[in-house]
C-alpha cells in the first residue's frame, strides 16, 4: 500500500512558538487532508486540499499542498494548550480506484507546555 | 454536521468471546471504514464499505468480519476475540462521488476502547 512519511513524530513546544510538520509520499496525491485527535476522542478534519500549490487557512493553521503533488505541510502559529493532540496527514493517490480509500502518515504527538 | 457514532465507548470482552462493534452514521454517506490504532502505528484499515452489502480488505483484516445491511449502519466482528485485538478502533465515512473513485475526507466516531481479557 502508499505509504506516507510523517515528521516529526513528536513536539515539545513552549507556548506561543510556531510549530511545523510535514508528510510526504512516494506517489502523486490529488488530495491532502490534516486531521487532529484529541485524547480519547476521533480524529477531527482541520484542513482540506486539492489543488498542487494550493495554501489554505483555518484560524492559526495553515496547510500547503505541495507543487510536486507528493508533500504537505501544516503550520501552526502561536501554539497554546489547547494544540496539545496528535495530527495526522492523510491522503488520496492520484491513479486508480480507490474506493474512498485514506492514506495516513503515523501522526505527530505535540505537546504545549505553558 | 456530520455526525459517526459508535456504539460503547469502552468495551471489556473475554479472550474467545463473539464481539461486535456497531457505527451509524447520519449524513448519507456510501463509504464506512473501520480502523484500529494502537501507539507507535497509527491509523491502520480493517475494512471498508464503498455499498450495501459490499466490502472490502483493508491492511489488516485477519480475525474481523463485516457487515453491511444498511446505508447508515457499518458493523465490525471479531469472531473470536483474542488479546492482541486490545486496541482502540475508529469508524469513518465518506461521501463517494463517482462509481469507483472518492477523494472526499473521512468524518470519524469517538472510537471504542476495546479490552481483551
Known amino acids: 500500500g502508499q505509504q506516507l512519511n510523517q515528521s516529526p513524530q513528536s513536539m515539545f513546544i513552549q507556548e506561543g512558538e510556531d510549530v511545523s510538520m510535514n508528510c510526504t509520499s512516494s506517489?502523486?496525491?490529488?488530495?491532502w487532508l490534516w486531521y487532529k485527535q484529541d485524547p480519547g476522542e476521533g480524529p477531527v478534519l482541520l484542513i482540506a486540499l486539492y489543488k498542487a500549490g494550493e495554501l489554505t487557512s483555518n484560524g492559526r493553521l495553515t496547510a500547503q499542498f505541495g507543487i510536486t503533488r507528493k508533500d504537505s505541510f501544516l503550520n501552526i502559529s502561536a501554539s497554546i494548550p489547547s494544540d496539545v493532540g496528535i495530527y495526522f496527514c492523510?491522503?488520496?493517490?492520484?491513479?486508480?480506484?480507490?474506493?474512498?480509500?485514506?492514506?495516513f502518515g503515523r501522526g505527530t504527538q505535540l505537546t504545549v507546555w505553558p | 454536521d456530520v455526525k459517526v457514532t459508535q456504539s460503547s465507548r469502552y468495551l471489556v470482552k473475554r479472550t474467545g468471546e463473539k464481539v461486535f462493534l456497531e457505527c451509524v452514521q447520519d449524513?448519507?454517506?456510501?463509504?464506512m471504514f473501520w480502523y484500529r490504532q494502537d501507539p507507535g502505528l497509527g491509523l491502520r484499515l480493517i475494512y471498508f464499505s464503498y455499498d450495501v452489502k459490499m466490502k472490502e480488505k483493508g491492511d489488516i483484516p485477519e480475525g474481523y468480519s463485516v457487515s453491511r445491511e444498511k446505508k447508515e449502519r457499518f458493523s465490525l466482528i471479531l469472531e473470536s476475540a483474542s488479546t492482541n485485538q486490545t486496541s482502540m478502533y475508529l469508524c469513518?465515512?465518506?461521501?463517494?462521488?463517482?462509481?469507483?473513485?472518492?477523494?472526499?475526507?473521512?468524518?470519524f466516531g469517538d472510537g471504542t476502547r476495546l479490552s481483551i481479557l
Open positions: 449524513m448519507d454517506h456510501e463509504n
Open positions: 469513518a465515512s465518506s461521501f463517494r462521488l463517482g462509481a469507483k473513485y472518492s477523494n472526499q475526507p473521512q468524518h
Open positions: 506517489s502523486i496525491f490529488n488530495t
Open positions: 492523510a491522503g488520496h493517490p492520484d491513479r486508480g480506484s480507490t474506493l474512498g480509500r485514506l492514506y
